[in-house]
């Protein structure tokens, strides 16, 4: 029973939130090094999600649709902020804004 990287974080968070993706699929897996990440240290080494030999080809195509979906969100957020007809420039503050 060995394990192999399918990915590598920054931040203990980001490969937290990574490993549920997993393990809400079915797939367990298991974050190293989190402690360096998680002083700010990721830079350096970083948090690894490891995952059993026989999972690594599922877990990587979930992780590459997970981060694809990210990214979208990411690239909605910035046009949102952008958009002259967003709520919160009509006056009315985003949700969970504090008022």
Same mark, same amino acid.
């Given at each position: 029973?060995?394990?192999?990287?399918?990915?590598?974080?920054?931040? !203990?968070?980001e490969?937290?939130?990574?490993?549920?993706k997993?393990? /809400? $699929?079915?797939? =367990?897996? !298991?974050i190293?090094?989190? /402690?360096?990440a998680?002083?700010?240290?990721?830079?350096?080494?970083p948090a690894?999600?490891m995952?059993? &030999? $026989?999972?690594e080809?599922?877990? &990587?195509?979930i992780?590459a649709?997970?981060?694809a979906?990210l $990214?979208e969100?990411h690239? &909605?957020?910035?046009v949102d +902020? =952008? +958009?002259e007809?967003?709520?919160?420039?009509? /006056?009315?503050?985003?949700?969970?804004?504090?008022?």
């Open positions: 029973m060995s394990l192999v990287t399918v990915a590598e974080y920054a931040s !203990h968070v490969a937290d939130l990574a490993r549920l997993l393990f /809400g $699929e079915g797939i =367990d897996a !298991h190293m090094d989190a /402690g360096m998680s002083l700010g240290l990721g830079f350096m080494t690894r999600l995952v059993l &030999r $026989e999972d080809s599922q877990a &990587r195509d992780l649709l997970y981060s979906e $990214e969100l690239r &909605r957020q910035i +902020d =952008d +958009d007809n967003a709520p919160w420039r009509q /006056g009315t503050p985003p949700e969970g804004a504090p008022s």
